[in-house]
Nanobody
């Protein structure tokens, strides 16, 4: 069974940057669209970004567009989330997720399309 392990979270001041990583343990990584979601206390899970299995298509949530960048390295079976110009509202637990189907053409915003999730990494942005 493929496992996904996030890292790179932490405490940062508003306006700062963090880079999250999600390392996958299985060979199927390169066949799967990947996504990042986040969940703040008392709030619903929110779509952040997704990337196609080849890395040629990316989509972003409106609240992070222009500040966050998703990328992947299939040789390293890792997906990244570069977060710049962080705001206190970005404070949340960030999760990476893998598409339930191989070679899906478009990356999806819907959490129901992703069936494997990491344990999450906490990002805290202070004002």
């Amino acid at each position: 069974q493929v496992q996904y392990v996030e890292s790179g979270g932490g405490l940062v001041q508003a306006g700062g940057s963090l880079r999250l990583s999600c390392a996958a343990s299985g060979r199927t990584f390169s066949m799967l669209n990947m996504a990042w979601f986040r969940q703040a206390p008392g709030k619903e899970r929110e779509f952040v970004a997704a990337i196609s299995w080849r890395g040629d298509m990316t989509i972003y949530g409106d609240s992070v567009k222009g500040r966050f960048t998703i990328s992947r390295d299939n040789a390293k079976t890792t997906v990244y989330l570069q977060m710049n110009s962080l705001k206190p509202d970005d404070t949340a637990v960030y999760y990476c997720a893998a598409d339930g189907n191989s070679f899906s053409y478009y990356p999806s915003r819907g959490a129901s399309n992703y069936d494997s999730w990491g344990q999450g990494t906490q990002v805290t942005v202070s004002s």
